[in-house]
Structures are given as C-alpha cells and as structure tokens.
C-alpha cells in the first residue's frame, strides 16, 4: 500500500507507531491502505506514550527481504531509534546477526483511523476467498495496464465482475456471495484487489461497503477506495 509513484515522500514509507500496547505498521497511496497490529506487553511506553516514525520504501523493502529469507523460528527483531535515524539488528539462525541503520522519512503520517470505521456497521458482502482471487485475476487480464480498472455488479446473491474498458476485449465472471442489499455497482482497482487477496489467509473474506470497500482478518485491516464508473 505504500505509495510507489513516491508523489509524497511521507506516503511512500511505512509508519510504524509504538504504544498502548500495540506495535501498529499503516502505509497508504491514497487509493489503498493496510494497516497491521500486533499486541503485546513490551509495546507500552512510560506515562502511556506513544511513539510514531515513518520508515522510507528502500529500507522497508530491503528489511523485507531479509526477514523472507530467515528461518520464522530463529528470528529476533530489535529497534531503536536516535534522531533522524532508525537502527534494526536481526538475530538470525546459527549465530548470523544482520544491522541495519536508515534514515527516518520527514513529516507525519495522516490520521488515517476514521477511514477504517464501518458506517454501516455490518459485514455487507462475503466470498470465499478463492473463488473471489480467480474472478479478480482473471479479469484483470482484459484490462489496461495504465488503469487496471474492473466493475463489482451486486445483486442478490451473485457478485459479476466484468472489465471497465474494453479495448483488449471483455470478460464477465459470476461469483456467488452472501449480499442481501440493494443491486449496486464498484468500480475497483484489480491490481489493489489482488495484492490483498495474495497475503488473505481466512477461507472466507467479508467486504464491508463505507467510504471505500474494507477488508478485514485477526490483526490486519484493508481498505480499498472505489474508482468513478462512466455515466
């Protein structure tokens, strides 16, 4: 979710805050946002403080790297910070240690939370999972790379996904869902949709419809913003 055309050098990066508690990693472009939540004792801070800082792209996708490459099992994580600078050391297995020291991105991440509130308060539309990844992925086949739009048609009990623009030709895939409500149309970023799909775990993924379609799992919160469909 971090912002890869670097239009703001804040939301290209990673805010990781400490606190209450919670160890909390948010990134966003805009147009998608994710944020994840770990708890634990060791993340209170004196007097119920918090601390906040924003890791830049490079080094959150060189840390990345690392970690995908250290067995789960052996690996220890520790922070801390001085300044403008943030230093990592990585106690991997058979003895390997990894440091790692980058500089901290200037500025201070948006208030974001609000985003994630559900007005409606219910979950409005669950797939199974599997069934919901192949529909988006084969979809998106048959859209353009510059704006890998797709349409979401809701009626009943039956989701079809179709291509917005059909210059590479047109698909339309039906997909069975739980949706009680009104028919209602999405149009949606397939790009954005598949990414998160990738990482989902749960068998079944719920959407709730509010300011933008929001997805959640145990710790981990998605939120998708809607493209305009043509009048």
């Known amino acids: 979710a971090m912002d890869k055309e670097r239009t703001s050098p804040t939301l290209s990066g990673l805010s990781l805050t400490i606190g209450s508690g919670e160890l909390v990693f948010a990134a966003t472009d805009g147009k998608v946002l994710s944020e994840s939540i770990e708890k634990h004792e ?17 080094a959150v996708n060189h840390l990345g790297r690392i970690l995908a490459a250290a067995p789960s099992a052996h690996e220890k994580v520790e922070l801390a910070f001085a300044g403008k600078l943030a230093f990592l050391r990585l106690a991997i297995a058979d003895g390997l240690t990894v440091e790692f020291i980058t500089r901290l991105v200037d500025g201070t991440f948006p208030a974001y939370r609000a ?3 559900n007005t409606t308060g219910q979950v409005a539309i669950t797939f199974h999972t599997a069934q919901l990844a192949s529909a988006v992925r084969r979809v998106a086949l048959m859209t353009q790379q510059a704006s890998r739009a797709i349409v979401m048609s809701l009626d009943h009990d039956q989701a079809m996904f179709s291509n917005m623009n059909y210059t590479n030709g047109s698909a339309r895939i039906p997909v069975s869902c739980q949706y009680s409500g009104a028919p209602a149309k999405f149009g949606l970023n397939s790009q954005y949709m598949s990414d998160i799909l990738k990482v989902y775990t749960g068998e079944h993924i719920g959407i709730e419809i509010s300011r933008g379609l929001i997805m959640r799992e145990p710790g981990v919160t998605y939120l998708v913003m809607p493209i305009s469909l043509p009048v």
């Open 42 to 58: 060791a993340f209170h801070l004196p007097n119920g403080e918090k601390f906040a800082v924003v890791l830049p792209a490079v």
């Open 115 to 117: 985003a994630l509130t």
